[in-house]
């Protein structure tokens, strides 16, 4: 069309000189009409549409003897599966410009050698598209799940064995959500909102917080933060995916829990995700992530006596997460603003055992933070989600001689220098994490801050608390004033313990005492944010310390599987060691159980381990599986005779409860166990598949 418009000219000239007054006049208008008329379509339209993507992938680990994280509990050991885990992802990209990648995984915390793996397998396929500044791996923070992938405190009290096959698992999960998202890529737009949650938590740590200075609890309504920050991604009007940050630990299930669970953030985002996909209103692989924010002193247990709101650990989940789901969906249907403008990211590596913190962010003159390390208080555990050992309490300032004795005696760490006790008071110091080399928790760490538009994230490796989080949003406010968004992005890209303010730590509540750096660690990582978001302002890049520890195959790995499953004389892998009734009844529960192998044995995340079937037109079809809320698997081992030798080889019988839904439909069902087992002969996995007897649900 354009080359018609250039010749235009050359034609009007042949016309006679009055009529060739009037073509130019005319064209001249047109052609200035047509740059007023361009003029005004740019300032209405948005800035080119960014590309936005999606993925999911199960990442659940073995639901069998591995020691769960969290509680640090050595007796918490996982033996079944109630919720999946899943790793959810979400790429933004502009069409010709910069690109972030943000997945929210249901893990306890993401650890900095696992987001290494994904990048390292990532840059095989997409070459050097996704980086360390523009990748954000956060946990949602369920105490639900296995342990067995951090290379920090491998094989101590505090961690325990690294199961390579589980870290594999879980390096392989992520990236395949982010692949799947990169693939997904097309064009659309990022709708932005906020809202509140009412009954999803409570404060709990009240003194340290009424310890922070009244002028500035004045300036909140609650002693925690209740609001939603919501993206509601949109592809040619349809909804394709939502992700949203909000504050409130995942520990409803409590420490006696022994089955793998998202807890209330994964109930959220499974009930939400249902509710919109059966309203038709959202596209049929629409994906709900429900990230965490500044919870480090908020509790789902609104008693505040480790229990509560509901009647049991499971009650109390979906109780949560429901309020939790049910605000969002209001929100999210609200939702109209649109982000526009650049996409962008800064992440630097951080000593943050040595930051010397001015006195812009300290109020005190120039401080230094402290190598790491834990005070008495942390193994008093948070009394309000439960948990601690009896001998310590939450307020502990002094340093107690049996103690200091008991723990350089037992506990696999030196003492801690007279440095490390001047840079940590008023800590008495349990665990110098910082004092051993190695370290047994990191020191350098990655800290960012992205943005997509109008939204700002504070992207932090730690569990923050309310009033900090408070802090760095109103840092970034002021650093970035074009932004009218802030969400603190927590437990993101590797884990160091809790950040509680100066005023907070003072007491030496928990929070205080898992505050790995000292006194100084919150105005240290404001100073660093801040640091991060000024360089983003002027278009700079961000300085940033040498890499942190290659922790990669520095600990002894133990294998996840066993030697081969022991079979019974009298029955064989699949058999029936319980039937499930003749009939049942909505609302009850029905239950079978089978001989079968150990599940750590060809571990696959993904595997479907239980299905209930309806028969339908004389065929089996499923209505519920694994992982669904009204299903909850367990494996055991009954007692075995002690000359039969490894208690670990003996066969698990497999017991699958499922809850009637009270609309299931009339008709015949039955139970699906697929199980495995190891040969004994060749050390082979054998798959099986195996079902209870039909029962009729009346």
């Known amino acids: ?70 509680y640090v509990r050595p007796d918490q050991i996982s033996e079944g599966l109630h919720l999946r885990q899943y790793a959810r992802a979400f790429v933004v990209a502009q069409p010709a410009g910069n690109r972030l990648v943000i997945v929210i995984t249901d893990l306890q915390s993401v650890t900095h050698s696992l987001v290494l793996s994904v990048l390292d397998r990532l840059r095989e396929d997409y070459g050097d598209v996704y980086r360390l500044d523009n990748t954000i791996i956060a946990a949602t923070h369920t105490h639900a799940v296995p342990g067995g992938y951090w290379h920090y405190a491998a094989d101590t009290p505090f961690g325990s064995p690294f199961h390579p096959e589980y870290f594999d698992a879980l390096v392989a999960g992520i990236s395949q959500a982010i692949g799947a998202a990169h693939q997904d890529l097309r064009p659309g737009r990022i709708l932005i909102a906020t809202g509140d949650v009412d009954g999803a938590g409570a404060q709990r740590s009240g003194l340290a917080y009424r310890n922070n200075p009244e002028t500035e609890r004045r300036a909140y309504a609650t002693d925690i933060d209740t609001q939603i920050t919501l993206l509601r991604f949109e592809r040619e009007g349809k909804p394709i995916g939502l992700l949203n940050w909000h504050a409130v630990h995942p520990t409803s299930m409590s420490f006696d829990n022994k089955l793998i669970s998202s807890d209330n953030k994964g109930y959220a985002a499974y009930a939400c995700q249902r509710s919109l996909k059966r309203s038709g209103q959202v596209d049929a692989n629409f994906v709900a992530a429900f990230a965490q924010s500044n919870c480090g002193d908020v509790t789902p247990r609104l008693d505040l006596k480790g229990t509560g709101p509901g009647k049991d650990d499971f009650d109390s989940t979906r109780l949560i997460g429901g309020r939790m789901a049910a605000a969002v969906e209001r929100i999210f249907a609200a939702a109209s603003e649109e982000l526009r403008g650049p996409i962008d990211a800064r992440q630097s590596y951080v000593d943050m055992g040595n930051v010397q913190v001015r006195d812009e962010f300290t109020h005190a003159g120039l401080q230094t933070t402290s190598s790491g390390a834990y005070g008495y208080s942390f193994a008093a555990g948070s009394t309000e989600d439960g948990g601690g050992q009896p001998m310590f309490r939450e307020g502990m300032t002094k340093q107690d001689p049996f103690i200091e004795l008991l723990a350089r005696t037992i506990l696999p760490l030196p003492a801690p220098t007279e440095v490390m006790r001047a840079g940590q008071r008023p800590k008495p110091i349990l665990l110098a994490v910082g004092a051993v080399d190695p370290p047994a928790m990191p020191q350098v760490l990655p800290l960012g801050v992205a943005r997509i538009g109008q939204l700002a994230l504070v992207v932090g490796p730690a569990e923050f608390t309310t009033m900090s989080g408070r802090r760095f949003r109103k840092t970034i406010e002021q650093v970035l004033p074009d932004v009218r968004y802030v969400a603190v992005a927590g437990y993101a890209n590797d884990y160091s313990g809790y950040v509680a303010t100066r005023e907070e730590y003072e007491l030496q509540h928990y929070e205080g005492a898992a505050t790995l750096f000292g006194p100084w660690t919150q105005a240290a990582y404001q100073q660093e944010f801040a640091r991060l978001a000024s360089d983003m302002a002027a278009g700079r890049n961000s300085a940033s310390h040498e890499a942190p520890l290659e922790m990669r195959g520095a600990v002894r790995p133990t294998p996840l599987g066993t030697a081969y499953d022991r079979a019974l004389p009298d029955a064989a892998f699949g058999d029936l060691v319980e039937d499930a009734p003749a009939a049942c009844t909505r609302g009850s529960v029905v239950r079978a159980c089978f001989w079968t192998g150990s599940p750590r044995n060809g571990f696959q995340p993904d595997r479907r381990y239980a299905a209930i079937e309806r028969q339908v037109g004389g065929k089996w079809q499923a209505v519920a599986q694994a992982g669904d809320w009204e299903v909850k698997c367990r494996w055991t081992q009954p007692p075995t005779d002690p000359s039969a030798g490894d208690k670990r080889l003996a066969a698990h019988q497999f017991v699958v409860e499922w809850e009637i839904p009270p609309d299931a439909p009339l008709g015949d069902y039955r139970i699906v166990h697929a199980g495995v087992y190891k040969d004994q002969a060749d050390g082979t996995v054998h798959e099986f598949e195996t079902a209870s007897g039909t029962f009729e649900v009346q």
């Open 1 to 70: 069309m354009f080359h018609y418009l250039l010749a235009l000219p050359v034609a009007i000239d042949l016309l006679p000189s009055i009529a060739v007054r009037f073509a130019r006049w005319g064209f001249a208008c047109l052609c200035l009409a047509g740059v007023l008329t361009a003029r005004a379509v740019a300032d209405e339209t948005p800035a080119a549409p960014y590309l936005i993507g999606r993925g999911v992938a199960d990442i659940t680990g073995p639901p069998v003897g591995v020691k769960m994280l969290g």
